[in-house]
């Protein structure tokens, strides 16, 4: 167990919806990093929260958005949802940002 | 840009050695690590080199980093079937906030 909490474990929702995804980071970790991962293109880092505050921001979709809470949990916001973005999203902390992520269990979304 | 490469597949018996092979192409990178997917489940961190590292042993692990030709690779020893599963290698850059990038995973299958 790495510390890191995310739910839900699954989600199953159709094309054109909005969903929200939630991380805990490991205690005392002050930054929070999201990735996806998908048969085609692998893992791949979508954005990164540090004390609250976006820091790095990688290949995400403007229809995603995140953000880092005061109690250092963050959300990861999925919109007009399409089948392409069925796929396990990872939350993954550090402590500073510059340190070893600890990844959490994923959220599995499934886009029908 | 950066880049890491993995093989796909490797299948071993068990108590053979594994060896688990991964090139990237940032010469910045400061850390690079290891690591391990089982089905259904998410990431967990198996180890990780620092770049002025050659080597590192950790019970039946052992990373080699040769930082002239960029490639790391991990040889599980006394291999089992528990290690089934899928290895990723990872990159830290040191130009921008440490986000990861990973190669797209090596399938470890290790039959009786």
């Known amino acids: 167990d790495s510390g890191v909490t995310q739910t839900p474990k699954h989600l199953i929702t159709a094309t054109g919806q909005r969903v929200t995804l939630r991380c805990s980071p490991r205690?005392?970790?002050?930054?929070v990093y999201w990735y996806q991962q998908s048969l085609d293109q692998g893992l791949q880092f979508l954005i990164q929260y540090y004390n609250g505050e976006e820091r790095a921001k990688g290949n995400i979709l403007e229809r995603f958005s995140a953000q880092q809470f005061p109690d250092l949990h963050s959300e990861l916001n999925l919109s007009s949802l399409e089948l392409g973005d069925s796929a396990l999203y990872f939350c993954?902390?550090?402590?500073?940002?510059?340190?070893?992520?600890?990844f959490g269990p994923g959220t599995r979304l499934l886009v029908l | 840009g950066e880049d890491v490469e993995q093989s796909l597949f490797l299948s071993v018996r068990e108590g053979d050695s594994s060896v688990i092979n991964c090139t990237y192409t940032?010469?910045?990178?400061?850390?690079l690590y290891w690591y391990k997917q089982e089905p259904g489940a998410g990431l967990q961190l198996l180890t990780y080199i620092f770049s002025n590292m050659d080597m590192k042993q950790d019970q039946r692990l052992t990373v080699l980093l040769n930082k002239k030709d960029k490639h790391l690779s991990l040889r599980i020893a006394d291999t089992q079937t528990g290690d089934s599963a899928i290895y990723f290698c990872a990159e830290v850059s040191n130009s921008g906030y440490s986000t990861l990038t990973f190669g797209k995973g090596t399938m470890l299958l290790v039959s009786p």
């Open positions: 993954a902390s550090s402590t500073r940002g510059a340190e070893t992520q600890y």
């Open positions: 940032d010469s910045s990178s400061t850390y």
């Open positions: 205690s005392g970790d002050l930054s």
